[in-house]
């Protein structure tokens, strides 16, 4: 397994872009695909790493067999502590892991295409500026609101018609209401300007529809769960995928 070995990106862009497409690998496999992830995880078999490809695939695969290999590895024998450990305390473990391995490959090709000062500095900005992948699947990266407790989706007043869809009833607010109700709706969108995607990882945009799950309370992108405003609103109780397949373990 070369985890993409044969792909070469030459700039900072470049770099950026594998890292994020293995990024998003990894936080599929721990968040929207962990069940089929466990289950490739066999602690019967023998060494297993999980590999993040830059297309936004993964894999749960044996190391690359030469040594040294053409990339950093990703942690040896993340299914030996599958049994023996919570099942969060495992995705953890694989996700901070994860974390180590991504920030490997990228400055592995800063430095084999000669990256200077500058662009390692570029390079790692633009890295820190994403949330980690422990904290996407530990929920901590999600950004805690007093409302979201009593908040089942985003549909409505977060879909893209927003709360300014009110037709005529606009035209009849003083210019006192009009100036209140747009501090709401800029407070609104600073609640939701740091809440990150249970999936994919990326920030909350007020023209994109979003869902939370009413077990978990992470939000998603109704686009990375398949879940369209029409659909949401006939789900008295939404379960994400993670939930969903979530069950009793020995």
């Known amino acids: 397994m070369d985890g ?3 792909y070469n990106p030459r700039t900072v862009e470049e770099v950026f872009k594998d890292f994020k497409g293995r990024r998003s690998a990894i936080i599929k ?3 929207t695909d962990v069940e089929e992830f466990y289950q490739q995880c066999d602690p019967e078999k023998d060494n297993l790493c999980l590999y993040g490809l830059p297309t936004g695939q993964w894999e ?3 190391p690359a067999e030469e040594v040294p290999p053409e990339l950093p590895e990703p942690a040896l024998g993340i299914n030996f502590a599958r049994d023996g450990m919570q099942e969060k305390d495992w995705l953890s473990l694989v996700a901070v892991h994860s974390d180590a391995w ?5 400055f592995y090709f800063g430095a084999r295409f000669g990256f200077d000062r500058a662009d390692r500095k570029r390079l790692f900005t633009m890295v820190n500026d994403l949330p980690t992948i422990f904290e996407v699947v530990t929920g901590t990266a999600k950004k805690q609101t007093t409302e979201k407790s009593s908040i089942s989706n985003l549909s409505g007043n977060k879909s893209k018609s927003g709360s300014k869809g009110r037709g005529s009833e606009s035209v009849k607010y003083s210019k006192q209401a009009k100036d209140e109700d747009e501090g ?3 407070e609104e969108d600073e609640e939701h300007g740091e809440t990150l995607c249970g999936a994919c990882g990326e920030n909350y945009a007020s023209d994109e529809f979003w869902i939370c799950c009413d077990i978990c309370e992470k939000w998603f992108h109704g686009k990375c769960v398949k879940i369209t405003p029409a659909r949401a609103e006939h789900i ?11 069950r009793v373990r020995p």
Do not use: H
């Open 4 to 6: 993409g070995a044969q």
């Open 29 to 31: 496999a721990l968040t």
């Open 60 to 62: 749960v695969n044996l």
């Open 102 to 106: 991504l920030l490997a490959v990228a």
């Open 184 to 186: 709401l709706d800029a």
């Open 236 to 246: 008295k109780q939404y379960k994400c995928p993670s939930c969903s397949n979530k």
